[in-house]
């Protein structure tokens, strides 16, 4: 566990993550700061075949040299570890010392990081992003022009939104010339899932939103009219329509930033204006605000490094400044491929320039940095991950046409209860 | 079929099975082939082709450029496939002797618990060991992935079984009596008699540990140590951008290792019935 | 392969054995034992610190299980999972078994081909389901391609959401990994029998049938005991392909009793109390199916020895030493 240096494990932090993202980060700054005095111990288990969550909730539980002093948790399940079962392992951000109040200020963190992050128990922030995943629409240009006369990005938006019924128009009007609106359901769920009022739980029972009801309507609209290619989101068939060559042309897919960086762009079929769709995107307002995936980094109450903990957290998530990581991600000099995303500090939003050629010059900041106000980071609970896996399921079921509805939530309300022992309202 | 009288149609018949069953087996290993040569996006639009690219060369560069070096995987993989095979197959022909050969009280007893070891699901065990593992603070200990495999009851079972049939007390005793010891009987009589199960059986146990993923998965979070399986899943999990390509590449080189090793001790199975001294 | 002995060996039988005792008492014992206790506990959720034994309703997680739907369910498709995978397994082994220990049937590349059976067993499950799930996608697989191309649909057709096809795809996947595994084992099996006996049969004219089924087949009896008997703890665990090819899905139709342990331990409940009870309701249902089996295929000439010795000893009283039994 020990790092190659001969640094002993006083003056070794040890990193728990699921990528070499954050590990990376820690080394730039290590390298940039050589009286930092403490070597990193980097543990990366991948997230696919769910082995990350139990080894991380073994190593925390065991406590130890071993344990990790700071810790990074995905969106899908980032509720357990700042609000859930795990949370008590977390150390506030204010034990760090970092002064919580004034650098959120400063750096205008996006409210739903910070709701996210905010333990219940004793309302102290635990954890906090980098990026900001507050999505929008993307769509594609020249399908704009061809059946909304304009590809302006502000007009688009009011086509396409706000709210659902909008939406379905301007779905039917393209269907009149041939297009498909998205590519599957998958593709407005998260929208869907994100503005409902409430979580998957209330008072510990099961509760069924009505917002979140209703994507059994709209995905079966999608499937009945032929509004969309019916694929399933991160299929061969989803991937293809980014190309434009699934059955019918598709025109906007939903998502924040990092969509545009390493999902739309490498498989946009070019790599410049002219190949394939490069060049035919640009981003418009999202008839729904949502936020989609993100990373929260942690720290452990039982660290005996939590000052240089604090140090390297404080900045990832909070430093606003040119020196800060957050500048280096927002303006491309962080990796290798000069991706710009989004991150959760809006001052440093607003220093940075997010032009890129994909979107034929746009700069997407624009529109990124009000979509995180929209974002919702009350109505998540540590189950999520599970429920929505069920509830999509079932929704498939539906609209393929093999239940009715009453059928369908049944079912549902069932295989919830037997898996997870949550009961129905 | 077996009642064809005609030889020639029957041996055609057999032919065209196998050529079959050959086409049919080798198919994922050769998509899976091709698809190392091919990019990322290139699966991502259709995931099988049966002609190759030309990405390999990159897709290898990618999967030498990340954090973690193939080559260590590869070692400890082989180090602990070989191990836990070593020490699987012996003690297992070890205890399938006891309760062969000799005759005590608890035999029954001991042999029916042993099968019900066997039919415990392994998922749920699972959890227990990761908790003593952590509580006694022997994670990134590779002995913890060999050491166990001297227990493993269906091996036991699977020796006994050939043992019984092929293994005649006479020769034991007929060795007793000319005053060799019992261990030494055991390794010098008994151990080549069983060669063709043994051969089998280390195949099985040698595949069955090197992709093993889950178990080291999670015991063994020290970089140096990491097996091949954990590398490959690694690749892929870099949700945002998962290099498909690299990811295939790294399939087929955990999977080559282990069609070498098969290779070698396969003619152990193939070989007629002239290897083994067997008698009724 | 009784004997009687003027002085016991029988010591060795326990010193033999103890390697495998103290490695299982060391690595397994903990676990098993925390599995079998945890069924009759309220132990869930992820920081597992206080738990009670439920002394008012001891069985309440066992009844909870039998009663869940879902449980139910999986139980059903494990069966017919199985079943729809091992007769045709089975079947094709021992067909293959036949042809190529047939001395003499003289059969060129044998050794290739038997390499090639075997083929299948050493790739990952995660790959093999990630290749089968790419082959039947939905709307864009090669399935899909060649469906449309023949005309048989004008659009896509989603096959993996029919039950029946997912279940039959699992079924299929598990047949194809390990028809080479359990040809090998029947093969290797069959080596340990004897030449003469085969060599005294084709003097007695016996012809390839005949063969088969009068001599290999018996001798064969404890090696089929031991396939059919892995085969079924293999079956009814049967935990990677399912999981990873459609989560147990569409709509629980390839759910197995392994997943559905897993899931209730790990999918955000961490209810272990329950797992650890169909954990435990799973080893009751496989030892019966097991002893059945065992009861079966039982060495009908050792059981007539023993009843023999069994009759001799109460006439001997005190007599020679004979070996118990």
Same mark, same amino acid.
């Given at each position: 566990?020990?790092?190659?240096?001969?640094?002993?494990?006083?003056?070794?932090?040890?990193l728990w993550t699921f990528t070499d993202e954050v590990p990376k980060m820690v080394q730039k700054y290590i390298d940039a700061n050589?009286?930092?005095?403490?070597?990193v111990?980097s543990t990366i288990i991948a997230t696919t075949?769910?082995?990350y969550?139990?080894?991380?909730?073994?190593?925390?539980?065991?406590?130890?040299?071993?344990?990790?002093?700071m810790y990074c948790a995905e969106s899908a399940f980032v509720l $357990?570890y700042t609000?859930?079962?795990?949370?008590?392992?977390?150390?506030?951000y204010?034990?760090?010392?970092i002064?919580v109040?004034?650098e959120t200020k400063d750096a205008a963190i996006a409210q739903y990081t910070m709701d996210i992050g905010t333990?219940?128990?004793?309302?102290?922030l635990v954890g906090l992003g980098y990026q900001a995943t507050g999505g929008a629409f993307i769509y594609r240009r020249?399908?704009?022009?061809?059946?909304?006369?304009?590809d302006?990005p502000e007009?688009i938006a009011?086509?396409v939104g706000?709210?659902?019924?909008?939406?379905?128009?301007?779905?039917?009007?393209? $269907?009149?010339?041939?297009?498909?609106?998205v590519s599957?359901?998958g593709d407005i769920w998260h929208a869907?899932e994100n503005s409902?009022?409430?979580?998957?739980?209330?008072?510990?029972?099961?509760?069924?939103?009505?917002?979140?009801?209703?994507?059994?309507?709209?995905? $079966?609209?999608?499937?009945?009219?032929?509004?969309?290619?019916?694929?399933?989101d991160w299929?061969?068939?989803w991937f293809?329509d980014m190309k434009?060559?699934?059955?019918?042309?598709i025109f906007g897919f939903f998502g924040p930033a990092w969509l545009i960086n390493y999902t739309l762009a490498p498989n946009c079929g070019g790599e410049k204006a002219?190949e394939g769709t490069y060049g035919d995107w640009a981003v418009c307002t999202s008839p729904i605000g949502f936020f989609w995936g993100g990373t929260w980094v942690l720290a452990?109450?039982?660290?005996?490094?939590?000052?240089?903990v604090g140090k390297l957290i404080d900045w990832i998530t909070l430093n606003c400044t040119k020196d800060g990581l957050q500048y280096a991600w927002a303006n491309g000099t962080m990796n290798e491929n000069g991706t710009k995303d989004c991150v959760a500090s809006g001052t440093v939003m607003g220093m940075s320039d997010g032009s890129i050629d994909f979107l034929g010059g746009q700069n997407m900041f624009d529109v990124f940095v009000p979509a995180n106000q929209y974002a919702k980071g009350?109505?998540l609970?540590?189950?999520d991950e599970?429920?929505n896996?069920?509830?999509?399921?079932?929704?498939?079921?539906?609209?393929?046409?093999?239940?009715? $509805?009453?059928?369908?939530?049944?079912?549902?309300?069932?295989?919830?209860?037997?898996?997870?022992?949550?009961?129905?309202? | 079929?077996?009642?064809?009288?005609?030889?020639? =149609?029957?041996?055609?018949?057999?032919?065209?099975?196998?050529?079959?069953?050959?086409?049919?087996?080798?198919?994922?290993?050769?998509?899976?082939?091709?698809?190392?040569?091919?990019s990322t996006t290139?699966?991502q639009?259709?995931?099988?082709?049966?002609?190759?690219?030309?990405?390999?060369?990159k897709?290898?560069a990618i999967?030498?450029g990340k954090s973690?070096?193939?080559?260590?995987?590869?070692?400890?993989?082989?180090?602990?496939?070989?191990?836990?095979?070593?020490?699987?197959?012996?003690?297992?022909?070890?205890?399938?002797?006891?309760?062969?050969?000799?005759?005590?009280?608890?035999?029954?007893?001991?042999?029916?618990?042993?099968?019900?070891?066997?039919?415990?699901?392994?998922?749920?065990?699972?959890?227990?060991?990761?908790?003593?593992?952590?509580?006694?603070?022997?994670?990134?200990?590779?002995?913890?992935?060999?050491?166990?495999?001297?227990?493993?009851?269906?091996?036991?079972?699977?020796?006994?079984?050939?043992?019984?049939?092929?293994?005649?007390?006479?020769?034991?005793?007929?060795?007793?009596?000319?005053?060799?010891?019992?261990?030494?009987?055991?390794?010098?009589?008994?151990?080549?008699?069983?060669?063709?199960?043994?051969?089998?059986?280390?195949?099985?146990?040698?595949?069955?540990?090197?992709?093993?993923?889950?178990?080291?998965?999670?015991?063994?979070?020290?970089?140096?140590?990491?097996?091949?399986?954990?590398?490959?899943?690694l690749l892929r999990g870099d949700i945002y951008k998962t290099e498909y390509g690299s990811v295939?590449?790294?399939?087929?080189?955990?999977?080559?290792?282990?069609?070498?090793?098969?290779?070698?001790?396969?003619?152990?199975?193939?070989?007629?019935?002239?290897? =083994?001294?067997?008698?009724? | 392969?009784?004997?009687?002995?003027?002085?016991?060996?029988?010591?060795?039988?326990?010193?033999?054995?103890?390697?495998?005792?103290?490695?299982?008492?060391?690595?397994?014992?903990?676990?098993?034992?925390?599995?079998?206790?945890?069924?009759?506990?309220?132990?869930?959720?992820?920081?597992?610190?206080?738990?009670?034994?439920?002394?008012?309703?001891?069985?309440?997680?066992?009844?909870?299980?039998?009663?869940?739907?879902?449980?139910?369910?999986?139980?059903?498709?494990?069966?017919?999972?199985?079943?729809?995978?091992?007769?045709?397994?089975?079947?094709?082994?021992?067909?293959?078994?036949?042809?190529?220990?047939?001395?003499?049937?003289?059969?060129?590349?044998?050794?290739?081909?038997?390499?090639? *059976?075997?083929?299948?067993?050493?790739? &990952?499950?995660?790959?093999?389901?990630?290749?089968?799930?790419?082959?039947?996608? %939905?709307?864009?697989?090669?399935?899909?391609?060649?469906?449309? &191309?023949?005309?048989?649909?004008?659009?896509?057709?989603?096959?993996?959401?029919?039950?029946?096809?997912?279940? /039959?795809?699992?079924?299929?996947?598990?047949?194809?990994?390990?028809? /080479?595994?359990?040809?090998?084992?029947?093969?290797?099996?069959?080596?340990?029998?004897?030449?003469?006996? *085969?060599?005294?049969?084709?003097?007695? /004219?016996?012809?390839?049938?005949? &063969?088969?089924?009068?001599?290999?087949?018996?001798?064969?009896?404890?090696?089929?005991?031991?396939?059919?008997?892995?085969?079924?703890?293999?079956?009814?665990?049967?935990?990677?392909?399912?999981?990873?090819?459609?989560?147990?899905?569409?709509?629980?139709?390839?759910?197995? &009793?392994?997943?559905?342990? %897993?899931?209730?331990?790990?999918? /955000?409940?961490?209810? %272990?109390?329950?797992?650890?009870?169909?954990?435990?309701?799973? *080893?009751?249902?496989?030892?019966?199916?097991?002893?059945?089996? *065992?009861?079966?295929?039982?060495?009908?000439?050792?059981?007539?020895?023993?009843?023999?010795?069994?009759?001799?000893?109460?006439?001997?009283?005190?007599?020679?030493?004979?070996?118990?039994?």
């Amino acid at each position: 566990m020990t790092a190659g240096n001969s640094t002993d494990a006083a003056h070794t932090i040890n990193l728990w993550t699921f990528t070499d993202e954050v590990p990376k980060m820690v080394q730039k700054y290590i390298d940039a700061n050589p009286d930092f005095g403490y070597s990193v111990s980097s543990t990366i288990i991948a997230t696919t075949d769910g082995a990350y969550q139990p080894a991380l909730d073994q190593a925390l539980a065991a406590g130890g040299d071993d344990a990790p002093d700071m810790y990074c948790a995905e969106s899908a399940f980032v509720l $357990k570890y700042t609000q859930g079962d795990a949370a008590e392992y977390a150390a506030p951000y204010a034990d760090l010392g970092i002064d919580v109040a004034k650098e959120t200020k400063d750096a205008a963190i996006a409210q739903y990081t910070m709701d996210i992050g905010t333990r219940p128990s004793d309302k102290q922030l635990v954890g906090l992003g980098y990026q900001a995943t507050g999505g929008a629409f993307i769509y594609r240009r020249s399908i704009a022009k061809d059946v909304f006369g304009t590809d302006d990005p502000e007009k688009i938006a009011a086509e396409v939104g706000p709210g659902w019924d909008k939406f379905f128009d301007a779905a039917s009007k393209l $269907k009149a010339k041939g297009y498909g609106i998205v590519s599957g359901d998958g593709d407005i769920w998260h929208a869907v899932e994100n503005s409902s009022d409430q979580g998957w739980l209330v008072d510990g029972k099961l509760h069924i939103d009505p917002k979140r009801e209703a994507f059994l309507d709209y995905s $079966k609209k999608l499937k009945d009219n032929g509004y969309s290619n019916d694929t399933k989101d991160w299929d061969d068939a989803w991937f293809a329509d980014m190309k434009g060559e699934g059955q019918q042309p598709i025109f906007g897919f939903f998502g924040p930033a990092w969509l545009i960086n390493y999902t739309l762009a490498p498989n946009c079929g070019g790599e410049k204006a002219g190949e394939g769709t490069y060049g035919d995107w640009a981003v418009c307002t999202s008839p729904i605000g949502f936020f989609w995936g993100g990373t929260w980094v942690l720290a452990n109450k039982d660290s005996a490094k939590k000052e240089a903990v604090g140090k390297l957290i404080d900045w990832i998530t909070l430093n606003c400044t040119k020196d800060g990581l957050q500048y280096a991600w927002a303006n491309g000099t962080m990796n290798e491929n000069g991706t710009k995303d989004c991150v959760a500090s809006g001052t440093v939003m607003g220093m940075s320039d997010g032009s890129i050629d994909f979107l034929g010059g746009q700069n997407m900041f624009d529109v990124f940095v009000p979509a995180n106000q929209y974002a919702k980071g009350t109505n998540l609970t540590q189950y999520d991950e599970s429920i929505n896996t069920i509830w999509r399921d079932q929704v498939r079921e539906y609209s393929a046409g093999n239940k009715t $509805k009453e059928q369908t939530l049944a079912d549902f309300k069932q295989n919830v209860s037997d898996n997870l022992g949550i009961e129905a309202e | 079929m077996l009642k064809n009288k005609n030889s020639r =149609g029957r041996k055609i018949l057999i032919y065209a099975v196998s050529i079959l069953l050959t086409l049919l087996s080798i198919m994922p290993f050769w998509i899976m082939i091709m698809n190392a040569t091919r990019s990322t996006t290139e699966i991502q639009q259709h995931a099988i082709s049966l002609i190759p690219s030309g990405y390999l060369m990159k897709n290898l560069a990618i999967l030498l450029g990340k954090s973690f070096n193939p080559a260590v995987g590869f070692m400890n993989s082989l180090v602990i496939s070989t191990g836990a095979t070593l020490c699987a197959v012996y003690f297992s022909t070890l205890t399938a002797y006891g309760l062969v050969v000799y005759e005590w009280r608890l035999k029954k007893i001991y042999f029916s618990f042993i099968m019900a070891i066997m039919m415990i699901p392994a998922q749920v065990t699972m959890i227990g060991f990761y908790q003593m593992c952590y509580r006694l603070h022997v994670t990134n200990n590779i002995l913890m992935l060999i050491l166990p495999a001297i227990a493993s009851p269906a091996m036991v079972f699977f020796m006994r079984q050939y043992m019984y049939p092929s293994l005649s007390l006479e020769i034991v005793q007929s060795a007793r009596i000319d005053g060799a010891g019992e261990f030494r009987i055991f390794n010098t009589i008994a151990l080549p008699i069983m060669k063709p199960a043994l051969a089998t059986q280390a195949i099985f146990c040698f595949v069955s540990n090197w992709n093993n993923l889950f178990t080291p998965l999670v015991l063994l979070t020290d970089k140096k140590k990491y097996t091949m399986p954990i590398m490959v899943s690694l690749l892929r999990g870099d949700i945002y951008k998962t290099e498909y390509g690299s990811v295939y590449l790294g399939l087929t080189l955990t999977v080559l290792p282990l069609i070498i090793v098969y290779l070698l001790l396969s003619k152990y199975i193939i070989a007629g019935v002239a290897l =083994g001294s067997v008698k009724g | 392969m009784k004997k009687k002995k003027q002085f016991s060996y029988a010591k060795y039988g326990y010193i033999f054995c103890l390697p495998f005792t103290i490695a299982f008492l060391i690595f397994s014992l903990y676990p098993t034992v925390y599995t079998a206790v945890i069924g009759f506990t309220d132990l869930h959720g992820l920081t597992m610190t206080n738990f009670h034994f439920l002394t008012d309703d001891p069985f309440k997680n066992f009844r909870d299980i039998l009663n869940n739907a879902t449980f139910l369910t999986s139980l059903k498709n494990t069966c017919r999972i199985w079943v729809s995978n091992f007769i045709p397994q089975i079947l094709l082994a021992l067909l293959l078994t036949a042809w190529y220990s047939d001395p003499r049937t003289k059969l060129k590349g044998q050794g290739f081909f038997k390499v090639m *059976f075997y083929m299948p067993n050493i790739i &990952t499950a995660a790959s093999i389901a990630i290749l089968f799930k790419a082959l039947f996608d %939905y709307p864009m697989s090669p399935a899909n391609d060649i469906i449309q &191309t023949l005309g048989l649909s004008s659009g896509p057709v989603n096959l993996l959401i029919n039950k029946t096809i997912a279940r /039959g795809v699992v079924a299929f996947i598990q047949f194809w990994m390990w028809y /080479g595994y359990t040809t090998i084992i029947l093969i290797s099996g069959v080596l340990g029998i004897s030449t003469e006996i *085969f060599e005294a049969a084709a003097v007695d /004219g016996a012809n390839r049938v005949q &063969t088969f089924f009068l001599i290999t087949l018996p001798n064969l009896k404890t090696i089929l005991l031991f396939t059919l008997v892995t085969s079924l703890i293999g079956g009814l665990n049967m935990f990677d392909i399912p999981k990873l090819f459609l989560l147990g899905g569409p709509d629980n139709s390839t759910l197995t &009793t392994s997943v559905f342990i %897993y899931n209730q331990a790990f999918s /955000g409940g961490y209810l %272990y109390n329950r797992a650890a009870a169909a954990s435990m309701i799973m *080893f009751v249902i496989i030892s019966v199916c097991a002893a059945i089996l *065992f009861y079966l295929l039982r060495d009908r000439d050792e059981a007539k020895l023993q009843k023999e010795i069994r009759k001799q000893k109460k006439l001997m009283k005190g007599g020679a030493r004979y070996a118990e039994k």
